[in-house]
Nanobody, 120 residues
Framework: QVQLVDSGGGLVQAGGSLRLSCTVS????????MGWYRQAPRSQREMVAS???????YYADSVKGRFTISTINAKNTTYLQMTNLKPDDTAVYYC??????????????WGQGTQVTVSS
């Protein structure tokens, strides 16, 4: 029922930039938080950044100062602006949303993932 669409990945050189986007494309009641996780080969899932509906942002130490997550806009979209990318940023990036489908039904949902590859 609830769909998240994430996109914007690609191949870039070290030091380059990418902007990822995530949209909750189905009708929902309200969003609590949206965020980004990444999964690198032979690694556990890692939370990268998240933002609450009132604009409070969190970043993993590994990306502080380089990545910026946007506030959630009226189209239920958030962006992750990634700058000064490093090879260690290479991973599949997944969007996540904690939301209320209705006034009483809360759920956690994932996008399909988008590949980010950073070459040296």
């Amino acid at each position: 029922q609830v769909q998240l669409v994430d996109s914007g990945g690609g191949l870039v050189q070290a030091g380059g930039s990418l902007r990822l986007s995530c949209t909750v494309s189905t009708s929902i009641f309200s969003i609590n938080t949206m965020g980004w996780y990444r999964q690198a080969p032979r690694s556990q899932r890692e939370m990268v950044a998240s933002i609450t509906s009132d604009g409070s942002a969190y970043y993993a130490d590994s990306v502080k100062g380089r990545f910026t997550i946007s506030t959630i806009n009226a189209k239920n979209t958030t962006y992750l602006q990634m700058t000064n990318l490093k090879p260690d940023d290479t991973a599949v990036y997944y969007c996540n949303a904690d939301l209320y489908r209705t006034q009483t039904v809360r759920g956690n949902y994932w996008g399909q993932g988008t590949q980010v590859t950073v070459s040296s």
